[in-house]
């Protein structure tokens, strides 16, 4: 069993939506949740950070992490079709020295908005 | 300003050739790291760098594969004698101290072995 779990999608939602992206994990060990979008034949980059249990609200991007029930989400509101990406989740545990802030990522999620 | 960049973007190779992956990563981070990603899959992590500190290998699949960062900048990842399950993108990150969770990263090298 993998240590993140994510749905790889994909996910097709009209532009306007409202977009709700998941994952879900096996060790309480971790304690910092990110999530990266990386569009078609680009690299990653960090979209939202948070290392607590609550929501974190970024202009249309919400993160939200529950850690009692080790599941994490990510919200998208007014979806647009330049949203449309694969969106992995990332996390780590802390005070991980031995390869740095080395990430668990999730397979990721396919995201496709359409006008 | 620049972000990383890496070398080649694509690269077809037969198998059992060797073939060698360039990273630049952002001037002045100290921290590298070098990722595969397969069809459909998450990242998987290979190597880290941290300054002239050794470098954590415990990613690495086989031994055909290594690393190296010179002068604490550009990295080169090598893989000897490829196979046709080391077809992936191989990612490449920068951040500025091994402290941070911001990780730059770069376009990938999209690798074929045929």
């Known amino acids: 069993q993998k240590e993140v779990e994510q749905d790889p999608g994909p996910l097709s939602v009209p532009e306007g939506a409202i977009v709700s992206l998941n994952c879900t994990y096996s060790?309480?060990?971790?304690?910092?949740f990110m999530w990266y979008r990386q569009y078609s034949r680009k690299g990653p980059e960090l979209l939202m950070y948070t290392y607590s249990s609550g929501n974190k609200e970024d202009g249309r991007f919400t993160a939200q992490v529950d850690k009692s029930s080790k599941y994490i989400s990510l919200f998208i509101r007014d979806s647009q079709p330049s949203d449309s990406a694969t969106y992995l989740c990332a996390m780590r545990r802390p005070g991980q020295n031995n390869a740095g802030n080395m990430l668990t990522f999730g397979g990721g999620t396919r995201l496709m908005v359409k006008p | 300003g620049a972000g990383v960049s890496q070398s080649p973007s694509n690269k077809v190779t037969e198998k059992g050739k060797d073939v060698e992956l360039r990273c630049d990563p952002i001037s002045g981070h100290t921290a590298l790291y070098w990722y595969r990603q397969s069809l459909g899959q998450g990242l998987e992590f290979l190597i880290y760098f941290q300054g002239n500190s050794a470098p954590d290998k415990s990613g690495l699949p086989s031994d055909r594969f290594s690393a190296e960062r010179t002068g604490g900048s550009v990295s080169t990842l090598t893989i000897q004698r490829t196979q046709q399950e080391d077809s992936a993108v191989y990612l490449c990150?920068?951040?500025?101290?091994?402290?941070?969770?911001?990780?730059?990263f770069g376009p990938g090298t999209r690798l074929t072995v045929l």
């Open positions: 060790n309480s060990a971790f304690q910092y």
């Open positions: 990150a920068s951040t500025p101290t091994s402290g941070s969770d911001t990780q730059y």
